[in-house]
């Protein structure tokens, strides 16, 4: 087999280098990769032989790499090798998720967020696009290192700044769809429409989707190269890191051109109009670049209906935050919204991305493991000693401390309208706890089934288990608040 399997091989590369000279068309190294044609959602990373830029006199080379992709083995680790590594980026990312909190909770009080409060609406949406866009880079990428597609610096190169042009473009276009969504469910039931706060809603959103967006790819490569040169597992450290000041460079962005447009609303309405126009733009060049490689060309045709469908769910979110911040009973829960949201979707995308690595290993495209076949329980994500089943006990396992230390941090900063009573910290963490639970198991679900139906995980599952997570923070923080409004244990002027 391992004879036939190099044969094969050669044969293969000696196939491409006959097309390569009759269509005298020698490439050199480049972004440009054309690809056959037959590139299909999991394959999200180069397969064996569709090397772009491949040149004929590399052949040898790419046989030796060959060889060593057919040997290379699932990394191992144990259990509390898996909980240190998680350990620090969850902190990090945790401590992010707070200072977003503190910013949401003075920034409520500017006159943009004041007057124009559908801009709330908009927090969850574009928050989420760490998980829409950041997480599944990193989630993607992180399989890549760890099947060896990126061991070669050429389509190390080619595969990064082809997703990171895929992600401008997809950020652009959900800031836009964001901003629409913001209107809709912001003033359309109310029967209020302003034309200027709503040019002022889209370029805001679009402006930070872009910036925001742009800063946090370039951070989330750096963490991901650098993580295989030092031997860390990226799954485990990738996805929390893309978090860790995503909500605040997001939050920061969003409070600033929002109070920047606001200001010229009177004096130079045209600026909301031109700063929109600008990004819109930029977008046919995004589109150039990613379609020059094939697997980010893939998602630029398939990959936008995980990512609308979760900016909608996300927004919902945002309406339920809206709603609940309206209501001067229930302040509060500003501040600990991005902290609640945030932890879940870190921990989920980190579940995410282990069980897709999995089956990228063990498993061919349309079939799943024994364990996963036949209908769903819960027992079946936390229940045995599988490596899926290790890391989702030990990711339950951090949220209560996890919420503990960053309720405290928020405490400690006289931060938020709440205090910490025994009866809030229980009901909060049960919400935490609960969100969590839920969420690993229908990641469980979803990533078996999308590998089973033939769609890449890592770039269709990350999407929707952030924005549930948003979606269910929200939903369940709100509940926990009225609550605790309900049973009395209330005191609305905390950190006033």
């Known amino acids: 087999n391992f004879l036939s399997h190099n044969s094969d091989f050669l044969l293969h590369n000696c196939e491409y280098k006959s097309e390569l000279l009759e269509s005298n068309s020698r490439t050199s190294i480049s972004l440009s990769d054309p690809g056959d044609g037959h590139y299909v959602e999991t394959e999200p990373m180069l397969p064996d032989g569709r090397l772009s830029g491949e040149e004929a006199d590399e052949e040898e080379e790419s046989e030796a790499e060959g060889q060593q992709q057919a040997t290379r083995n699932m990394p191992k680790e144990s259990p509390l090798a898996m909980a240190l590594q998680i350990l620090v980026p969850f902190l990090l990312a945790g401590f992010g998720t707070v200072s977003a909190g503190v910013v949401l909770d003075i920034v409520q009080h500017w006159e943009a967020f004041k007057n124009i409060t559908e801009i709330f609406i908009l927090v969850p949406a574009l928050l989420g696009l760490k998980g829409n866009l950041e997480m599944t880079l990193a989630s993607r990428l992180s399989t890549a290192v760890n099947v060896g597609k990126m061991d070669s610096p050429i389509e190390k190169w080619n595969l990064i700044i082809g997703n990171l042009a895929l992600k401008q473009v997809q950020a652009t276009v959900i800031g836009f769809l964001a901003a629409v969504a913001a209107v809709i469910l912001g003033w359309i039931p109310e029967g209020k429409f302003q034309i200027g706060h709503a040019v002022l809603l889209c370029s805001s959103s679009v402006a930070t989707a872009f910036i925001a967006s742009l800063l946090q790819g370039i951070i989330m490569v750096g963490v991901i190269v650098g993580s295989k040169k030092t031997g860390i597992n ?24 929002s109070q920047g447009l606001y200001n010229c609303l009177d004096s130079h309405p045209y600026v909301s109009s031109l700063v929109c126009a600008f990004f819109m733009c930029l977008t046919p060049l995004w589109m150039v670049i990613s379609s020059k490689h094939p697997a980010s060309r893939q998602l630029l045709y398939s990959g936008w209906e995980p990512v609308i469908t979760a900016m909608f769910i996300s927004s919902i979110g945002g309406l339920i935050l809206d709603k609940t911040v309206s209501d001067p009973n229930l302040a509060g829960i500003v501040v600990y919204t991005p902290v609640i949201n945030g932890i879940g979707g870190n921990l989920v995308a980190i579940q995410s991305s282990r069980i897709s690595t999995y089956l990228h290993f063990h498993s061919t495209p349309g079939e799943v493991p024994e364990e996963a076949k036949g209908c769903y329980y819960p027992c079946r994500t936390f229940c045995g000693t599988g490596a899926n089943n290790r890391s989702a006990q030990v990711l339950l396992l951090l949220v209560i401390p996890g919420h503990l230390i960053f309720l405290y941090t928020i405490d400690l900063m006289e931060r938020g309208h709440t205090s910490l009573t025994p009866v809030f910290m229980v009901v909060y963490l ?16 979803m990533v078996h089934s999308m590998w089973k139906s033939g769609k890449d995980p890592d770039s269709f599952s990350i999407p929707y288990l952030t924005a549930l997570g948003d979606l269910l923070g929200t939903a369940f923080l709100a509940l926990s608040f009225q609550f605790l409004w309900v049973i009395g244990d209330q005191d609305s002027d905390v950190g006033d």
């Not at 990738?238 to 939050?251: R, W």
């Not at 049960?430 to 679900?445: G, K």
Request: net charge negative.
């Open 430 to 445: 049960a919400a935490a706890l609960f969100q969590v639970f839920l969420l690993l198991c229908i990641a469980d679900w």
């Open 234 to 257: 990226p799954d485990n450290v990738a996805t929390p890191i893309a978090a860790s000041f995503g909500d605040l460079i997001t939050l920061a962005i969003l409070a600033w051109i």
